[in-house]
């Protein structure tokens, strides 16, 4: 219930939204521990459109999907025991970075030259735009000597 409030998919859906997305992590198995890269996007895109297909009255909403999933591993990563508890530092470099309109601003200025898509917004965000994102996310870490899912951190202090 903490990692995904109320603004964390604000306006993405019809009342029961929040709720239906707590519901599905809550049941989301973290034992992925012993995954490549590829293994854990083919965990991460399957989940994704698990999720989506629960989605009352947004069925469409894959952006939202993906956002309430890495933000939900985010929180896990970040959470000391269950950090512990499920191995979750070996897919530091596989986590993707939560986007949202602040995350995508801070990718423009720090990235220009990713030829990045227009955005939109969470719903109309689509697998192939967010892989290009998080693409760009990877190389802004990687100039910064650090990886993708810390520059959430990092943009969210930026004024």
Known sequence: ????????????????????????????????????????????DENTEKLMEKFPGAKNNWGAARKAINVFLEEAFYNRFLAEEYNLHKLEEFLEIPLDNHVVTELIKHGNRCNLPKWNSIKKLTLADNEIYQNCAREVANEKRTKRIYLDLEFWRSP
């Open 1 to 44: 219930n903490i990692s995904i409030g109320a603004s964390t998919l604000r306006g993405q859906g019809p009342p029961g939204f929040v709720r239906t997305a707590r519901e599905f992590l809550i049941e989301l198995n973290l034992r992925i521990d012993n995954i490549n890269e590829e293994q854990f996007k083919n965990w991460l």
